[in-house]
């Protein structure tokens, strides 16, 4: 009894907690009522969790966790499946206990038939002590967080470490990125586990002279050669093998990728549902492994093609509406970007006017969401003809600089001011009365500038 009450407290607590947040404009705000539901009820995770009436899915890795669990769950949304989802891209417990008590009626029901996860790869491990997953799905893994987790190998470790843990309790699926090859290794050896891979066949670009490729940084296999690559389609990613015999493993869904600028088109193949094809109103690489990851795994709940596609077609982004205003006489136009689509499709407007120039803000406050490794699904490639400076300014100025980089924007033309103030006066100072600034801020930098620059 003092339990129930415990957990009916802590339900509320969270609601009201998130409905004042929403009401005071403060931003996504899920941390906090999380936090607070768990120091009322810390069991409140694992009781909502353990009642999805399906599958409970985990996507980990470190680029396009948000996309790639938008991606299912449309999917799954089609195929008329209830999904609890922490949509917020919330990722860490507080933040996750917080969208699954969303998904919860007042009295501690969860009446959804698949709770889908995205959980920063650090967290894994601590979450699946908390309920046990019946799927994880590993992204690819990047060194782009070094100073918040060491080594990649220590997040590989973590992953693979939560992967044991819960294959200890039960009988797991994993679907695992083949093209990663510190992905694609990541749970050799493990008992109760059933891997299936994807992986791209041919990736081909239309209209655009470069690929998204950059800079190639090659991975080395565990036996300490560095891997032989037959392809690279980005980083580390491609088709591999090592002297030891090591090797791409084999894929149960393959595709071929054709990106054009506005979009890209999948040809898919399993043996489940034959050959297929896919249309995304997004282009860049890192849109399609997404969506091939939350293919395979459609594919592995045996759900049809025809659910699929219409899927892929319902994930919609809500785009923020852009304001314009006069600073020291000089036109700038303010466009929020919090997510890829968004951020891809301001690009697409920059390239395209002749007189712009670009200041990029990014924070990491909570509002902002702390995980800002989705920069690498934003297609920034769009710039790689820009040809201008290009100003990375806000707490995570380094990371937006490193993402510039990859992209192909060559390291003279970019300027790194992480002081808001500087980088603007910076911009201004250099801006000619015909050109037109595009400042493209996070949320907490967005603030900043409308409380600064009125
Ligand atoms: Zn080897």
New binding site residues.
């Given amino acids: 009894m003092k339990n129930k009450f415990k957990k009916i407290s802590s339900i509320i607590a969270t609601k009201i907690t998130r409905s004042v947040i929403t009401k005071m404009n403060a931003g996504g705000g899920t941390n906090l009522p999380g936090r607070i539901a768990r120091k009322i009820y810390p069991l409140i995770l694992t009781e909502l969790a353990s009642q999805t009436k399906k599958d409970i899915i985990i996507v980990t890795g470190t680029n396009g966790k948000t996309t790639t669990a938008g991606f299912i769950s449309g999917i799954l949304s089609s195929a008329d499946n209830t999904v609890a989802h922490n949509k917020m891209g919330a990722n860490m417990l507080p933040g996750i206990t917080c969208a699954i008590i969303d998904n919860a009626s007042l009295t501690g029901k969860l009446n959804k038939d698949y709770t889908l996860l995205e959980i920063d790869e650090a967290y894994c491990t601590k979450a699946v002590d908390e309920f046990t997953p019946d799927l994880f799905l590993v992204t690819n893994l990047f060194r782009d967080q070094l100073d918040r987790y060491g080594e990649l190998d220590t997040t590989a470790k973590k992953i693979r470490e939560a992967i044991e843990k819960t294959a200890a309790k039960k009988q797991l699926k994993v679907a695992l990125n083949a093209d990663d090859p510190i992905v694609s290794f990541i749970c050799k050896g493990i008992d109760n586990v059933d891997k299936f891979f994807y992986g791209f066949e041919k990736i081909q670009f239309l209209n655009q002279e470069t690929d998204i490729a950059g800079a190639k940084e090659v991975a080395a ?5 560095k ?1 032989e690559y037959q392809k690279i389609f980005y980083g580390h990613v491609g088709h591999y093998r ?5 090797h791409r493993p084999d894929t149960s869904v393959v595709a071929n990728a054709s990106i054009d600028i506005n979009h890209t088109d999948l040809n898919i193949f399993s043996g489940q549902t034959g050959e297929f094809n896919v249309r995304l109103n997004m282009p860049g690489l890192y849109n399609a492994y997404n969506a091939l990851g939350a293919i395979a795994v459609a594919i592995n709940l045996k759900i049809t093609k025809e659910k699929i596609i219409e899927g892929l077609s319902n994930y919609n982004t809500i785009f923020g509406r852009a304001e314009t205003k006069l600073i020291n006489g000089k036109t700038a136009l303010i466009q929020l970007i919090k997510n890829p689509i968004g951020a891809t499709e301001v690009l697409r407007t920059v390239r395209e006017d002749k007189n712009s120039k670009l200041l990029i803000i990014i924070n990491d406050d909570y509002a902002d969401g702390r995980d800002v490794s989705w920069l690498w699904d934003a297609n920034f490639e769009l710039l790689n003809k820009y040809n201008k400076q290009v100003v990375a300014s806000g707490i995570r100025a380094g990371d937006m600089a490193v993402r510039l980089k990859y992209a192909g924007i060559s390291s003279e033309n970019i300027y790194i001011e992480e002081n808001i103030k500087k980088a603007v006066k910076h911009c201004i100072n250099n801006l000619k009365d015909d050109e037109k600034l595009y400042i493209l801020p996070t949320y907490t930098a967005l603030l900043y500038l409308q409380k600064h620059y009125k």
């Fill in positions: 296999c565990a036996c300490g050669c891997l090592c002297c030891c015999g090591k």
